[in-house]
């Protein structure tokens, strides 16, 4: 068994979870140093030194180089050419989508900010065609 070395450290458990499933999903183990104590005790995350994310000593240089990845907006970039599986445009025949603004959505999230002080996020407008702006076949 491998020594196990601090490779990042976050203050909250949400990011250190997400760096966590990015090496995991790569074949490396991580362990999380301290996550539970931050959970349990919000302010303590920075006396703790945060929560690290750890890997294996032999696994350091491949998981340096997967962060480094990460960092370049590598995988950013392959989320974004992941296409729209099994829609299509009813008109052109388009792959390619975006979103309306719903705006009755966003006038209703802005009245009752007013209102009541609470933010209900407007929910995402329908989907259409990037090239024509038809709607998707159903
Ligand atoms: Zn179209």
Known sequence: MSE????????????AHITRGLLESEGIPVLLQNEHQVWANWPF???LGGVQ??????????ATAIL?????????QEVFDIPATG???ASCGGTRFTR??????????LVTLYWSS????????????ADCGGRPEA
């Not at 480094?68 to 950013?76: D, I, K, L, V």
């Not at 705006?103 to 999230?109: D, E, I, M, S, T």
């Not at 609470?118 to 065609?129: A, L, S």
Request: charged share 20%; net charge positive; with cysteine.
């Open 4 to 15: 196990f070395v601090t490779l990042e450290v976050h203050t909250n458990p949400w990011d």
């Open 45 to 47: 995350s920075l006396a």
């Open 53 to 62: 994310v750890q890997v294996p000593a032999n696994a350091l240089t491949r």
């Open 68 to 76: 480094n990845r990460r960092n370049s907006g590598e995988y950013q």
């Open 87 to 89: 829609m299509r445009c």
């Open 100 to 109: 309306d603004v719903n705006w009755g959505q966003v006038v209703l999230a």
């Open 118 to 129: 609470v933010i209900f996020p407007p929910r995402k407008g329908p989907m259409k065609c």
